[in-house]
């Protein structure tokens, strides 16, 4: 190692200038050819160490190996320098350069941290060959680094890299180890290729018990916490301790077994969430912990098929005909591409007219769907729907699609909508009972709506508290132009998280709706006035007797009707019955 006179300044003992340095070492190399030379490409003289005072070389020493380390390597480590030292994971790497799907399997089973950790023990091992390839001996290197973690010294990234090589450190210790060095030196050495200095320098992980391995646990254990009634996992133990306390009674040694709480609690962590829920739930809560599929809606066009349901408003409103509080249903109909709220109704309860009123609002206004996609129940699936020949669907051509029973995550896009729209529109009144009201003030309110609801349908006179109560309760027109507001709001200011975005801000229904019928054209059937009202007649098959039908409790006469005498046929017409259209709560 050579150095030069600006090299060796302010080192303790030598001169401070540079004139006085060159004396110096002039007088210590004695002007001979093998302790001193010219720099290369330079006109300064350096100066070989052995030259130097025994204190001062060591210094040196030092200071040029803190400013190797303190360099990223500009070469790979140079292979002629490994040794042949016995290890004892030898036998192990034998087998896997043997069999390399070993080596393939080991690796992939190994997590991050492992994974980190012999990234940390391989940046060590270069670093002490690095060393050795200055001129240090590979004990005099390991000292060097050992010494240098201990004490926190180490550049940044090797410090980081020592500490986290510690696979266990305790929480005063600093550094690595003399023997644990030494032993990943050997380690990367004995290796060849990346995979195997990952594969063996990687620390090894406990093997966590798994629940497979124990029969008691899916056996005696699972039986108890596996129930509809959905016992915590402390219930259960304490069923599974009964039982296993009466089948050993006779047998110490197995009632000395029995697994504690604290273990079983374990186990059941480790079973994976869908197999832990089975059992204790069915149908859709199952359903949300098994894998699922998502519909690539872009396939489909503008009305290419709409989506309906339901819901209950979590709030009491006055009945438009005897304006006691009661609970309104409220049905959206909602295009799949665009997510546009294409329709909607408010009736007094979910019934075929409701339903059948929502989809001709859509149609009057945004056109003929080529699909209608709704769940099983009553109103959603009828005759007057889908009857052959005198359901609306079949008249209109359109294919009418149900969802799966207990399935609703096939409908999610309409779920996600009646979760939030229904419930912001109740929020705007006082009578609003859903789950984030207050259940003392929604228990006094009951009552309260219950007071009146009595007095109105008695015909007495309201006291005041009833008066007040029924300053508060909505009126019929009152909600629905609430819930005009609020469906104007959604298509037309809604940011719908599920749609394209447009300088960084997603697109609200109605943009997008408009973008995508200037972009892919309009061909959307729409109905006339006169198709609209004759396609939404309600019509039923009635037998004709001597000229007389009857409909809805009405009689029709026609004297034709006596050519197709007591023989079924279709009746078409609007309610003619003074009584109200809608059911009456």
Known sequence: MFVSANELLKIPGLPETVQGMRLALNKWS?????????????????????????????????????????????????ESVKRRTAIKSR????????????????????????????????????EVIRLQQAGMTRIAAV??????????TLPDALQRAATLAN???????????????????????????????????????????????????????????????????????????????????????????????DKVNRMVKRVAPHRRIRGRVTGSALKAYQVYQQRDWAQMPVNGCWIADGKSLNMKVAHPIHGRPFTPELTLVLDGRTRYLVGWSLSLVENAIAVADAWRYAIQHHGKPLFAYSDNGGGETNKMLDADITGIFPRLGIEHITGIPGNPQARGIIERLNGVLPRRLALRFQTYNGLSADPNG?????????????????GKELNATQQKTLAILPRWRQLIDAIEEEVQRYNHSHEHSALPKVNGKSMTPAAYRKALLAEEGDDIEYLTPGELREMFMPEEKRVAQRGWVELLNNQYFAGELIEVDRQRCGAAGRHTDPRPALPIA
């Not at 043997?98 to 393939?104: F, G, R, T, V």
């Not at 000292?143 to 926190?152: L, N, Q, R, W, Y």
């Not at 009552?447 to 349908?457: C, D, E, G, H, T």
């Open 143 to 152: 000292t060097f680094i050992v010494d240098e973690s201990k004490a926190g």
């Open 30 to 78: 004695k002007d001979s050819d093998q302790m001193q030379r010219k720099r290369t490409g330079t006109k300064a003289f350096e100066y070989h160490i052995d030259c130097l005072p025994e204190q001062v070389r060591e210094i040196v020493r030092q200071r040029h190996y803190k400013s190797l380390i303190a360099q990223a390597p500009a070469q790979p480590v140079d």
């Open 167 to 261: 696979a266990k450190k305790g929480r005063t210790r600093q550094g690595v180890g003399k023997s644990s060095l030494q032993e990943w030196v050997s380690l990367y050495l004995s290796a060849e290729r990346p995979q195997e200095h990952l594969a063996i320098l990687a620390p090894g992980q406990p093997k966590k018990q798994r629940p497979e391995d124990m029969t008691w646990f899916y056996a005696l254990f699972w039986p108890h916490y596996a129930r509809p009634c959905g016992p915590t996992v402390l219930e259960a133990y304490r069923a599974f301790q009964a039982d296993w306390q009466g089948k050993y009674h006779d047998q110490p040694a197995m009632l000395a077994a029995l697994p504690t709480y």
């Open 91 to 126: 036998d192990e790497l034998a087998i896997m350069r043997q069999c390399p799907a070993l080596l393939e399997r080991k690796v992939q089973a190994m997590n991050d941290q492992q994974k980190q950790i012999a990234d940390a023990r391989m940046m060590l091992a270069q």
């Open 442 to 458: 929604v228990r006094v309110q009951g009552q309260k709506l219950l007071s009146l609801s009595n007095a109105l349908r008695q």
